[in-house]
């Protein structure tokens, strides 16, 4: 079975980098054909997809946000970390990660539980 | 960028059929995935690479994709499909892009 959690800060100030952590289980990001995204949802608002991780360390990115994010793995540790600078009100959302399997084409399934960043000062 | 569009709600009677649209240019090139969310919940996989089903979902969720629309059916619908349904591509035009859908919002009455 394969979970995800997110974990990081519940409150950031605007400027200030967020740096959140995705822990997963019941599955290797050393295995060929796996990889990990990061999404996010404002509150009342759609997803939007941030970035992805391969199993061989290839990196993607939002074009509008590309300047911002910095997304890296520790697989002895079997965590994702999405880093994001520069937060700002408008930031505010639920951040999630999700599991692929068939990258890039492939679906996410499943999502972690997401976690709330509010931006404010 | 692409783009896909979906109506932003669709209203529909326990027992009927509801179908949500999700349009975009040539889409039928794709591989298109749903998503249903509940409030407060994470979202669910419920029908990838067009038409087919995770485990544990229901034969009532399916779905198509041709030319410029896909489309998710959920039929017979129940009270617990009340929720919000997003569509994923992969659009490798200009780039690796994961693309959502703006959502669509099902009410059962």
């Known amino acids: 079975q394969i979970t995800l959690k997110e974990s990081g800060p519940t409150l950031v100030k605007p400027t200030q980098t967020l740096t959140l952590t995705c822990t997963f289980s019941?599955?290797?990001?050393?295995?060929?054909?796996?990889?990990v995204g990061w999404i996010r949802q404002p509150p009342g608002k759609a997803l939007e997809w941030l970035a992805f991780?391969?199993?061989?360390?290839?990196?993607r990115y939002s074009p509008s946000l590309k300047s911002r994010l910095t997304i890296t793995k520790d697989t002895s540790k079997n965590q994702v970390v999405l880093a994001m600078a520069n937060m700002d009100p408008v930031d505010t959302a639920t951040y999630y990660c999700?599991?692929?399997?068939?990258?890039?084409?492939?679906?996410?399934?499943?999502w972690g539980q997401g976690t709330l960043v509010t931006v404010a000062s | 960028s692409y783009v896909l569009t979906q109506q932003p709600s669709v209203s529909v009677a326990p027992g009927q059929t509801a179908r949500i649209t999700c349009g975009g240019n040539?889409?039928?090139?794709?591989?298109v995935h749903w998503y249903q969310q509940k409030p407060g919940q994470a979202p669910v996989l419920v029908v990838y690479?067009?038409?087919d089903r995770p485990s544990g979902i229901p034969e009532r969720f399916s779905g198509s994709n041709s030319g410029n629309t896909a489309t998710l059916t959920i039929s017979r619908v129940e009270a617990g499909d009340e929720a919000d349904y997003f569509c994923?591509?992969?659009?490798?035009?200009?780039?690796?892009?994961?693309?959502f859908g703006a959502g669509t919002k099902v009410t059962v009455l």
């Open positions: 994923q591509v992969w659009d490798s035009s200009g780039g690796h892009f994961y693309v």
């Open positions: 019941g599955f290797s990001l050393s295995t060929s054909g796996v990889g």
């Open positions: 991780i391969y199993w061989n360390d290839d990196k």
């Open positions: 690479d067009d038409s």
């Open positions: 040539n889409i039928g090139s794709k591989s």
């Open positions: 999700a599991h692929n399997m068939n990258p890039p084409f492939g679906w996410f399934d499943p």
